[in-house]
T-cell receptor, first 111, second 113 residues
Framework: NAGVTQTPKFQVLKTGQSMTLQCAQDMNHNSMYWYRQDPGMGLRLIYYSASEGTTDKGEVPNGYNVSRLNKREFSLRLESAAPSQTSVYFC??????????FGPGTRLTVT | RKEVEQDPGPFNVPEGATVAFNCTYSNSASQSFFWYRQDCRKEPKLLMSVYSSGNEDGRFTAQLNRASQYISLLIRDSKLSDSATYLCVVTFDRGSTLGRLYFGRGTQLTVWP
């Protein structure tokens, strides 16, 4: 049982490049989330999806787009990367509000 | 103003010590409360939920004071393996499949031998 998986684990981009972060869960959860974590800022919600076909903005959505491809997969896209998007990105899923399961994270550096 | 405020520490304690972390939240409509644990360069994981009457899980005790909008976590008999960052988390959702969680910045704990 893999839980929540994310790819890639590490990525270095140049300013202006685009990329998609992939996330998949095998727990049959309805809800999925994308967070970023920066030193001194804690975890901040970028986008979330209550169910397949629906997505909503979180606290810091600017510069990102998401796709809930199916129940298992929720991707995060950076169309034109900026140095301010250097961060650790976590995907999470949940069935009930009491526990979110996180993936191992993607460490992204934008130069 | 951030929804959840925590003392970032770091807290450095010897093995066997008792240590307490505090957390305040700004929105009185908050419904559910949790402590998550995050090891260095790892993902957060749920440590325990926090109930109104207070609750224990082994060496860990969580307390909630709704009137003061205050949550605490007490760790007794600290172990080296308790070294981690502890995240205070609140949500406005209860009994829902969609839980938007609001995370504090975390309190760093180091337990030394």
């Amino acid at each position: 049982n893999a839980g929540v998986t994310q790819t890639p684990k590490f990525q270095v981009l140049k300013t202006g490049q685009s990329m998609t972060l992939q996330c998949a869960q095998d727990m049959n959860h309805n809800s999925m989330y994308w967070y970023r974590q920066d030193p001194g800022m804690g975890l901040r919600l970028i986008y979330y999806s209550a169910s397949e076909g629906t997505t909503d903005k979180g606290e810091v959505p600017n510069g990102y787009n998401v796709s809930r491809l199916n129940k298992r997969e929720f991707s995060l896209r950076l169309e034109s990367a900026a140095p301010s998007q250097t961060s650790v990105y976590f995907c999470a899923s949940s069935e009930w509000v009491n526990e979110q399961y996180f993936g191992p994270g993607t460490r992204l550096t934008v130069t | 103003r951030k929804e959840v405020e925590q003392d970032p520490g770091p807290f450095n304690v010897p093995e066997g010590a008792t240590v307490a972390f505090n957390c305040t939240y700004s929105n009185s409509a908050s419904q559910s409360f949790f402590w998550y644990r995050q090891d260095c360069r790892k993902e957060p994981k749920l440590l325990m939920s926090v109930y109104s009457s207070g609750n224990e899980d082994g060496r860990f005790t969580a307390q909630l004071n709704r009137a003061s909008q205050y949550i605490s976590l007490l760790i007794r008999d600290s172990k080296l393996s308790d070294s981690a960052t502890y995240l205070c988390v609140v949500t406005f959702d209860r009994g829902s499949t969609l839980g938007r969680l609001y995370f504090g910045r975390g309190t760093q704990l180091t337990v030394w031998p």
